[in-house]
């Protein structure tokens, strides 16, 4: 069959940056390859997870295809974790400056963010590192075939893919998944934007609201505010980033309602309708109807895994449209030929989760490996300012599971370099199996807490536990000495009446 050229994609606004960007990730000249015999694997999706299978694949001898109907890189790169760090950064600047007094720098009342050129700044970076996932560099540098196209299973051993079939031993699905379209009368008529189109933002919206306050949902309303938006907050439950530890949860909220950002809470969305003087949301709040007038509106209300398209039925592998391809421990679909891997099957959608998830079918695909999904460690962080980072299981998570624990609380205002840095507000909270110091699971709240929960991560990991982090010396003054002053208060644990009495008896005899 003849080579195929693809469709073309574009990414507004086409400037000069995604232009770069889209000729390294979806070049509009491509001619995808003419496919070989048999391939050892087929991995249809070019995100993290399908990135990491191909090339890791590849670079241990096997023959591998590589299918992205969009951008390679996908939602990571291109409209998850690389652009929306970017808008975080710009953001945390004006955060700083407001907080400027507190330390003896006096600023202008006013701050004046260029929200283009924010934006602008974010594109450039983006493309700057895109080529890492680039077409060229995959299928010249790696050695996989990269076929552009949307790809869907035709037999037990075949896939299609632009006119061509791709013939499979074991074949990987790793397409993802995408903002969930929640069902509000009115809204696809007033327009909305996700994380898959906010970045492509050119001007500010005056007067912006954000559906959903979790994770995304968050880091998006604070970055908003902070680039000179006004905000307001619509969430169904009690308190916002609900999932996490409360007590972790409240100081994010307390730091939003004090960068007036407008919360609406226990609220349920009635409908949305576009008038002459902006979009009205109509909501009901504690049983109170009311509504609020805003220019754009950002819905932040979960993820749907990209399960459409694939014939997947025709290949007897089992899914769900809310929660993605059913996987066991080993990441095998009900076709044992056929794995998966990332967003599209996994609880945990972060882009180091699928990364490691990847390696695990790299050995479960091609040497009879039995890695299991269950012994990973996965942490993770909302990157908020202060950041919530996390790690194994949370006090709900325990309580549920009836487990016996003791916790270690190290709040930040007993920290010095958090004393002097003015970020008194978090902590380090730390879980142990009780009578033991096996740590169960880790909270951080401090503005960089996701580069502090990683020390946590590794001792559980390496059945590390709490008394030798107390061991481990901290450079001083580091905010990370609350986490080794929570291993001190373990090891004081240590020291009951009865040891303590054989300590006085010994220091007295020695006197």
């Known amino acids: 069959m003849s080579q195929s050229k693809v469709d073309r994609v574009t990414v507004p606004p086409m400037d000069e940056h995604n232009q770069k960007l889209v000729s390294y990730l979806h070049p509009p000249d491509w001619v995808n390859p003419q496919p070989a015999s048999s391939y050892n694997l087929v991995v249809i999706g070019a995100g993290p997870a399908g990135l990491i299978v191909a090339a890791g694949a590849a670079g241990l001898g096997a ?16 409209v998850g974790c690389v652009p929306s760090k970017a808008l975080i950064r710009s953001s945390r600047i004006v955060g700083d400056i407001w907080e400027a007094s507190k330390f003896g720098v006096n600023v202008s009342d006013s701050v004046e963010v260029d929200f283009a050129a924010v934006m602008e700044r974010l594109r450039r970076i983006r493309a700057g590192i895109s080529d890492v996932d680039s077409v060229e560099r995959y299928q010249h540098k790696l050695g ?46 007033a327009g909305y934007l996700t994380n898959e189109t906010v970045f492509n933002l050119t001007e500010r919206p005056q007067r912006l609201a954000v559906i959903g306050a979790g994770p995304i949902g968050c880091e998006l309303a604070q ?10 907050l619509l969430h169904k439950n009690v308190q916002i980033l609900d999932k996490e530890d409360a007590d972790a949860a ?31 949301i109509y909501y009901k ?29 025709a290949v007897g592998v089992e899914y769900d449209t809310q929660t993605g ?5 080993n990441l095998q679909t009900t076709n044992p030929r056929i794995y998966a891997a990332g967003d599209i099957c996994m609880k945990h959608k972060f882009t180091h989760a699928a990364d490691f998830a990847a390696r695990m079918v790299i050995q479960n695909t091609l040497f009879f490996g039995r890695k299991k999904l269950s012994a990973l460690t996965i942490p993770w962080c909302t990157y908020t300012n202060p950041e919530i980072a996390r790690v194994g299981l949370g006090d709900r998570e325990l309580q549920a599971a009836g487990i016996d624990i003791d916790t270690f609380l190290i709040p930040f205002d007993k920290v010095d370099r958090a004393i002097i840095d003015g970020e008194e507000e978090g902590f380090v909270k730390i879980h142990v199996k009780k009578g033991s110091d096996k740590i169960l699971g880790a909270t951080i709240v401090a503005r960089h807490a996701g580069d502090m929960i990683g020390q946590i ?27 080794r002053k929570a291993g001190d208060a373990y090891n004081r644990t240590r020291l009951t009446p009865f040891v303590k009495n054989l300590f006085n008896k010994w220091l007295a005899w020695t006197r």
């Open 285 to 313: 709040c504690q049983g109170q109807e009311a509504s609020v007038t805003v220019d754009e509106i950002i819905v932040s209300t979960g993820r749907s895994p990209n399960v459409e398209g694939l014939n997947l039925e």
């Open 63 to 78: 023959k591998v295809a590589l299918i992205e109907k969009h951008l390679m890189g996908g939602d990571c790169l291109n």
């Open 223 to 232: 970055a908003f505010r902070r680039l000179g938006s006004e905000v307001v």
């Open 325 to 329: 391809v059913f996987v066991n421990d």
């Open 144 to 189: 996989v075939d990269v076929f552009l196209g949307s790809g869907r299973f035709t037999s037990n051993n075949t896939v299609e893919v632009a006119g061509q079939t791709l013939r499979f031993k074991k074949a990987v699905i790793a397409t993802g998944a995408r903002a969930r379209q929640p069902q509000i009368p009115g809204l696809q008529e």
């Open 457 to 483: 991560t590794l001792a559980m990991v390496n059945n590390i536990g709490l008394g030798k982090i107390a061991s481990t010396i901290q450079p001083y003054p580091t905010q990370a000495e609350a986490i």
């Open 250 to 280: 409240k100081i994010v909220q307390q730091a939003f309602v004090r960068e007036e950002i407008q919360l609406i809470l226990e609220s349920q969305i009635e409908r949305v309708e576009k008038t002459n003087a902006g979009k009205v």
